[in-house]
């Protein structure tokens, strides 16, 4: 049998987490969790796992020795799983309960009034020893000091022992191992009658960052050792002060696991800083590949765009000379054809009528015809330029209405390219209708300049404006074509306007991109 792949989504399971956990029914669809090391030879032959979140609520969940796991027996209620599958189900609501009894575990030795306590109780345990270990002292305070010790270590131990419930590993046995040397040394280079020795070993545990596992060992083995170094001192026939010994264990035991057990809170802390940063990085370059494909799609959009705005001007183009050239002169001929039929049936009064509404008819048609050539493609831009068509333009959208336009150009039209001309000719179009239509003025001004590198046009009325959000967002279909034309060719619009005081459209265009081309 290959190797079994295991994904879990939003959680990771090792198999320190899965220990006892035994397969409770051999059917590959319902299984109870097993040991992750021992996978290949509980599943049958062939069998892949898949783990799943469960979705039906209620289902029970596992109860492994004193703990709970999130595992859940059974499959959850969408359809069985195919044939060669076997499911390990995840229960959500178990899974986060579970989770938050880690982080409690982890986090109780970091809450503020635990560590002031014992902070406080190992500075009171130093200073004593530094003013009555190290001086003249009575019996009483030596005994009392030293029973202050021992509770302040056994209280540290049980604090230890009680929040992470651990039990010895291998690792312990090597750890005491190279505790013997260690408190051997301690005593031949007389280290430990030095008021500094006290610093220096938690100065030593400070820097150990342990793990917890041996930070318990270093404070039973630790002291154990050091017991047994004054008992085979005192064996020798050295004179052993009892009381200081006692004192020097309690300080080893305490001191290191206080200290180590704050700076195993530092190192957890430190980790899960280090996993956000992880996350916020991954995320950052999630977000800024999101960014990227967001950038590219805008461009392809703009580009489809551009292609379309060109395809639509060329079909116009095309259906405007197809209108003029094909469909007009057709209808020139047959009013000719009308005109000298008319002639011929002057005698007959009847005939004569029908003949001449049919060439009011041939001219009304033939004057649609021109009317809609000329919208799809004015032949006076192509003809006489940029200003002589929006000067038609504008007398065109003003005829039969209250509103007056003024225009002035300070343009060099040879400077235009037919691209840049037709952009300017339609959105003009646009803002002078939106101005004749939607202002409510009697008065616009265009006026076509270059200012430095640029090519600006703009539009204005005296009409009664626009909020400011309004012209912020701007998304009517005519604002979004005008800003769609000049981003197409590297320029902006601005939309600007005030209630009563009229609106103004301004778009720059760069002018050297006419001599790109």
Not at 339 to 352: F, I, K, V
């Amino acid at each position: 049998m290959g190797a079994v792949a295991l994904t879990v989504r939003g959680f990771s399971v090792s198999p320190r987490d899965a220990d006892d956990l035994t397969m409770d029914d051999p059917n590959p669809s319902i299984l109870m969790p097993f040991p992750l090391a021992s996978i290949a030879k509980k599943l049958p032959a062939g069998c892949k796992l898949r783990v799943r979140i469960a979705g039906a609520p209620g289902e029970k969940v596992a109860a492994v020795g004193s703990r709970k796991l999130p595992f859940v027996q059974g499959s959850d209620t969408r359809p069985s799983v195919e044939p060669g599958t076997a499911d390990l189900i995840l229960d959500p609501a178990e899974l986060e309960r579970w989770r938050a009894r880690r982080r409690y575990r982890v986090e109780a030795i970091q809450i503020p009034f635990t560590r002031l306590i014992g902070f406080t109780l190992l500075t009171l345990a130093l200073c004593a020893h530094n003013r009555y270990i190290l001086e003249s002292f009575d019996g009483r305070s030596e005994w009392n000091y030293a029973r202050a010790v021992w509770l302040y270590s056994l209280a540290s131990w049980a604090l230890i022992a009680g929040l992470h419930r651990t039990r010895p590993w291998i690792s312990d046995f090597f750890l005491a191992i190279d505790l013997v040397p260690m408190v051997t040394s301690v005593y031949l280079s007389g280290v430990d009658r030095s008021w500094m020795y006290p610093v220096i070993l938690l100065r030593v545990a400070d820097q150990a960052g342990t793990t917890v596992r041996r930070v318990l060992s270093y404070g039973s083995l630790g002291v154990i050792l050091h017991l047994a170094m004054v008992c085979w001192a005192w064996e020798g026939g050295h004179p052993i002060r009892w009381v200081p010994e006692l004192v020097k264990a309690g300080l080893l035991s305490g001191g290191v696991l206080y200290v180590s057990l704050t700076t195993l809170s530092v190192e957890r802390l430190r980790s899960r800083v280090k996993g956000a940063i992880r996350v916020a990085r991954a995320s950052l370059l999630d977000l800024h590949q999101h960014l990227r494909r967001s950038e590219l799609m805008e461009e392809e959009l703009r580009l489809l765009s551009n292609r379309l705005q060109s395809a639509q001007e060329e079909e116009r183009t095309r259906i405007a000379r197809e209108l003029h050239d094909e469909l007009g002169q057709t209808l020139t001929v047959l009013k000719s054809d009308a005109s000298w039929l008319e002639e011929q049936l002057a005698d007959d009064e009847r005939l004569g009528r029908r003949v001449a509404n049919m060439i009011l008819h041939i001219e009304g048609t033939l004057q649609t015809v021109r009317v809609l050539s000329t919208r799809l493609r004015p032949q006076i831009l192509d003809d006489f330029g940029l200003t002589a068509g929006i000067e038609w333009l504008a007398r065109e959208l003003c005829r039969g209405t209250a509103m007056r336009y003024r225009l002035t150009s300070e343009l060099d039209e040879r400077d235009l390219d037919p691209e840049c001309t037709t952009a300017l000719f339609r959105i003009c179009q646009e803002a002078l209708t939106n101005a004749v239509r939607h202002s409510g003025g009697d008065h616009v001004t265009i006026r076509l300049t270059r200012e430095g590198s640029e090519i600006v046009a703009r539009i204005e009325d005296n009409g009664k404006g626009l909020p400011p959000a309004e012209c912020r967002r701007s998304h009517s279909l005519g604002l979004l074509g005008i800003r769609e034309r000049a981003r197409a060719l590297g320029g902006t619009i601005q939309l600007d306007g005030a209630p009563g005081k009229g609106a103004s459209v301004t778009v720059r265009l760069p002018a050297e991109r006419r001599a790109q081309g």
